[in-house]
C-alpha cells in the first residue's frame, strides 16, 4: 500500500530526532547525584514535620513509610 507524502515526512522527522538525542549513561555525574540525595534530604524533612503535626493513625503509617523509603534511597546514593 502507498503512503502519502505526509506520513513519509512525519517518520523522516522522528528519525532525525532521534538521531539527534545524546546517549545517557547508566551513571549520573557527581552534581547530579548531590542534588538528588539534596531533593531526598529536603523531602525527607518535609516528610518528618508533616509526621509531627499528623494526628490520624493511617497518615502517620503513610508518613513512616515514606521516612523509611527516603532513608533507603538516601543510603543508596
Not at 500500500?1 to 528519525?15: N, P, T
Not at 547508566?26 to 529536603?42: F, I, S
Not at 525527607?44 to 527516603?70: G, K, N, V
Amino acid at each position: 500500500m502507498a503512503r502519502g507524502w505526509e506520513s513519509k515526512s512525519v517518520e523522516d522527522q522522528q528519525q532525525a530526532a532521534q538521531g539527534r538525542q545524546p546517549a545517557k549513561s547508566a551513571v549520573p555525574p557527581p552534581d547530579a547525584r548531590a542534588a538528588e540525595r539534596a531533593t531526598l534530604q529536603l523531602a525527607r524533612t518535609r516528610a518528618l514535620a508533616d509526621l509531627q503535626q499528623a494526628c490520624a493513625p493511617a497518615h502517620r503509617a503513610m508518613l513512616e513509610a515514606a521516612i523509611r523509603d527516603l532513608d533507603e534511597k538516601i543510603r543508596a546514593i
